[in-house]
T-cell receptor, first 117, second 114 residues
Framework: AQSVTQLDSQVPVFEEAPVELRCNYS??????LFWYVQYPNQGLQLLLK??????LVKGINGFEAEFNKSQTSFHLRKPSVHISDTAEYFC???????????????FGQGTILTVHP | DTGVSQNPRHKITKRGQNVTFRCDPI?????LYWYRQTLGQGPEFLTY????????KSRLLSDRFSAERPKGSFSTLEIQRTEQGDSAMYLC????????????FGPGTRLTVL
């Protein structure tokens, strides 16, 4: 079984400031890692995912995340945020083992990012 | 690619009534997933289909819940004898079929049980 913990439920930040949204996971098997964003009244949209290779993953809208296997973390970062980045962000994992839970996403509780002018 | 669509977007019902939600996945996506999201929480897995076969059901899916995907196309999620605890956003997602494939989510159906 897997679990995901997003360490901050809310992150307020001023426009053009850098931001980091923290995510830690626990799993008895290797996982794939994802970050999704949910804008108000919209469906979840993939920001980026880590499958293998370089531990630094670049996604859409200038976001990036770094996979740290020893710390079981997958923190999301952006060097300069915009008002339009205001949304809820979810970290999620999928077991690489497949089986009956093939592709099942396990999500964290979400982090609400609010960008102030 | 028209994306994943869900209908209705909102449903208000009285306790004890039955409700049915529909999800239309991206065409040619083999896998279809249902999740439930309550306020302040991340989505939780309910069930998923590989084509028309339902392969796993979460413990969250009580006997009052049933899902189908006839002919491997659209899917329906029915809740019988609704309870106030069923109030949530019900999300549908589809993916092409590989383990690491991105799941594409619909906008969700918000259910309110009075």
């Amino acid at each position: 079984a897997q679990s995901v913990t997003q360490l901050d439920s809310q992150v307020p930040v001023f426009e053009e400031a850098p931001v980091e949204l923290r995510c830690n996971y626990s799993s008895s098997v290797s996982v794939y890692l994802f970050w999704y964003v949910q804008y108000p009244n919209q469906g979840l949209q993939l920001l980026l995912k880590y499958l293998s290779g370089s531990t630094l993953v670049k996604g859409i809208n200038g976001f990036e995340a770094e996979f740290n296997k020893s710390q079981t973390s997958f923190h999301l970062r952006k060097p300069s945020v915009h008002i339009s980045d205001t949304a809820e962000y979810f970290c999620a994992v999928v077991s690489r083992a497949g089986g009956t839970s093939y592709g099942k996403l396990t999500f964290g509780q979400g982090t609400i990012l609010t960008v102030h002018p | 690619d028209t994306g994943v669509s869900q209908n209705p977007r909102h449903k208000i019902t009285k306790r004890g009534q039955n409700v049915t939600f529909r999800c239309d996945p991206i065409s040619e996506h083999n896998r279809l997933y249902w999740y439930r999201q309550t306020l302040g929480q991340g989505p939780e897995f309910l069930t998923y289909f590989q084509n028309e076969a339902q392969l796993e059901k979460s413990r969250l899916l009580s006997d009052r819940f049933s899902a189908e995907r006839p002919k491997g196309s659209f899917s329906t999620l029915e809740i019988q004898r609704t309870e106030q605890g069923d109030s949530a956003m019900y999300l549908c997602a589809s993916s092409p079929g590989q383990l690491a494939d991105t799941q594409y989510f619909g906008p969700g159906t918000r259910l309110t049980v009075l």
